[in-house]
């Protein structure tokens, strides 16, 4: 089977700056045949020209504060056999595309889900997960590298998240899309419980891996302290309308109110959240919640052809290497990486320190990625906390954690 071709859907709303990383991480994809559409807000289209990636994106301006409406305008412009969503603060692998769809050459495949990786660019903030019949999600203990095609059963569904996910696109129209009801939140899960409900089969992709940051936007600061949890309180009360016997909603609901209030009250113990602020937030929880309960429930339609012809990102093939550099090299070494990236390859840049630090990684605005840590530090954190390695051998070891996702070549 030949590579199927992919539409790559960015919604932004709030955060340019977000927007043009990704678009860089998104230009270093290896993959034949994929085309990028942008669904973004005054300033996420203003970033897209001043970036100078206008010509080779579509771009679908869109001003409302809605994620499920603007990823249907998104599948919309989509010509690819399959449409996959990454978020505006998130980053790819380069192999990102073709890990995540490789599962689509069986044909019960109609959804495909990856791994992502947190803020420090080592832990996961998710990997596989199931959900159950009142949609909330348990962990999968699945093989840590091969792809896994999952049936789920009755009433119960395979979890994707929004950050990193695809999807054959006649399988989006059949169901119509994303539900609009679902401002914010539960977007995905109400449309992975309706594949489940249709007998759709999912794969799970370890190696399919995103670096997502959580960035900020209206609902939550750049600590992750959440600034209103309106939309939360509302896309549950629409999930239990749509998913849930009535019978049902108090109990759960009352779970998950006290859930949340654990959180907060987790923030306002380690300093960033006030008494008051506790005491508003929850009250825009219940707030949403009541208007989620009367919300409009009208089912979205998304056309059976793409508004336009399939416009494929000038991606090219790229040589991808390691630069080795130690903290007094790291100035003039970030700078030869720079460099090397303009010149066509994808650079990655390791700076290890005669220490037992933890490691971190990054994707740099000058688009190589960026590995800092001790020698005898943790990378994966299963690790112990000091390890003996020579500066080679920890060289061979990061080099080799990463290649299958990064195009390198194992030692």
Known sequence: ???????????????????????????????????????????????VQVGGFADDLKVVPFDEANISAARNLGIGQAAGE???????????????LRHLV????????????????????????????????????????????QPTVLHPPKGRAIKTEGTNMAFRRDVLVALGGF????????????LNMRLGRAGHATAIVPLAEVHHGFAANALRGPDRVPRDLFDIGASWAVFQRKHIDPSGHAEQWARLRRSERQRLLRYLVSGPLEPAQLRRLMKRLDQGYAEGKVRELTAARIATHPQTPFAPFPAV?????????????LRRDRQIAAQRVRNGEIITLICL??????????????????????????????MPIF???????????????VASQRGLREE
């Open 102 to 145: 490789q599962p689509a050459g069986r044909p019960e495949v109609a959804a495909m889900g990856g791994y992502v990786r947190g803020r420090n660019g080592i832990s996961f903030q998710w990997r596989a997960r199931s959900l159950d019949s009142l949609g909330e999600a348990q962990e999968l203990d699945l093989h840590p590298r």
């Open 179 to 190: 539900d609009p009801a679902f401002h914010y939140f539960l977007d995905e899960t109400d």
């Open 353 to 382: 320190s005669l220490t037992a630090r933890y490691h971190r990684v990054s994707f740099e605005p000058e688009g190589f990625w960026m590995q800092r840590g001790g020698i005898f530090g943790k990378s994966d954190r299963e």
């Open 387 to 401: 390890s003996a390695f020579s500066r080679m051998s920890r060289l061979k070891k990061e080099q080799n954690r």
């Open 1 to 47: 089977m030949s590579d199927p071709t992919v539409s790559v859907v960015i919604v932004s709303r709030g955060r340019p700056d977000a927007l043009r990383r990704c678009l860089t991480g998104v230009s270093q994809l290896q993959y034949p045949a994929f085309e990028v559409v942008v669904v973004a807000d005054p300033a996420g289209v203003d970033a």
């Open 317 to 329: 093939p790229r040589r991808c290497a390691v630069v080795a550099t130690r903290p007094f090299r």
């Open 82 to 96: 399959i449409v996959a969503f990454i978020d505006d603060d998130a980053v790819p692998e380069p192999q990102w």
